[in-house]
């Protein structure tokens, strides 16, 4: 189908859905740690760290079935959206038991939403997607992933200013992320989106400043610092929303409050802008 803006024809995608089994397998989980620079200490049966499994159940599509952008072209499960720019806009997710490295699971999508909105910068298209995980002991885990389109960048135009994380924060660490950095988790997600590694792209055709760091890793690396801060407790809610993008060459912070049942987040770029922010309940 060609692509499109018309509510009614991207209503007809709501209720879809799809299903694909996967192992949870030990060697993309170790690679995941050395892509974080840490020695690979994971083992067959150890639960898999939050947010990981975004390692497995990968889908593609053969080159010539692939858009300008690298990632599939629309009108299969997702719908065929016109807008040209895609990214992740956001996540709520629900931990109900482990995954463990070794076991087989099976995830579930389903199309929830489809919500035609107008932004400051032009129309948006908003695409909520439901997964649901779990292995032969019940359900694991279940998300809902926000993906928005939107129009292509005015040539010219500055980007907007992100609002300040602010300052009360309780703890903070700085990220640098590399080229290399992001080539990996590019690989180990099959992530074809060009804005990740092919840096004439994301400059000339979508206006960044620079390669754009994965909002799923940065969601990841704030699960992460939340965890490692309240060791010991278990990780049963997280969300996230995308304020600005992040990019290579630029260290960024990932920020906490203070330690609890529920403990705010954020990740600030190198002059105090917001890119995300994120709440982890335990």
């Known amino acids: 189908m060609d692509p499109t803006t018309d509510a009614d024809t991207l209503s007809r995608w709501i209720g879809r859905t799809e299903t694909a089994t996967d192992t949870i397998r030990l060697g993309p989980a170790r690679l995941m740690e050395m892509t974080l620079d840490r020695a690979p200490r994971l083992a067959e049966g150890d639960p898999l760290p939050p947010l990981w499994h975004w390692l497995y159940f990968l889908t593609s599509a053969r080159l010539g079935e692939l858009g300008r952008d690298g990632h599939p072209a629309r009108g299969g499960f997702l719908p065929p959206v016109a807008l040209p720019r895609r990214m992740w806009a956001g996540g709520r997710l629900g931990f109900t038991a482990p995954l463990s490295l070794g076991a087989e699971a099976t995830r579930t999508s389903t199309i929830a939403d489809i919500a035609l909105k107008a932004g400051r910068t032009g129309p948006l298209c908003f695409v909520t997607v439901r997964h649901e995980i779990g292995t032969a002991a019940g359900p694991a885990l279940w998300e809902e992933h926000d993906i928005v389109y939107r129009e292509g960048p005015r040539h010219g135009a500055p980007a907007p200013r992100p609002p300040q994380a602010g300052t009360d924060w309780t703890a903070y660490e ?36 620079g390669l754009v760091v994965h909002g799923p890793l940065i969601a990841t690396l704030l699960a992460d610092f939340a965890q490692r801060r309240s060791p010991g407790r278990t990780l049963r809610s997280f969300s996230f929303r995308a304020v600005s993008p992040l990019f290579d060459r630029a260290s960024f912070t990932l920020n906490a409050g203070p330690s609890g049942d529920q403990t705010r987040l954020a990740a600030a770029n190198a002059e105090g802008g917001l890119a995300m922010l994120a709440t982890a309940g335990f």
């Open 174 to 209: 700085t990220v640098t992320p590399s080229e290399v950095m992001l080539f990996r988790y590019s690989a180990l997600t099959f992530n074809g989106h060009r804005i990740h590694y092919d840096r004439d792209y994301a400059h000339d055709v979508e206006g960044h400043a």
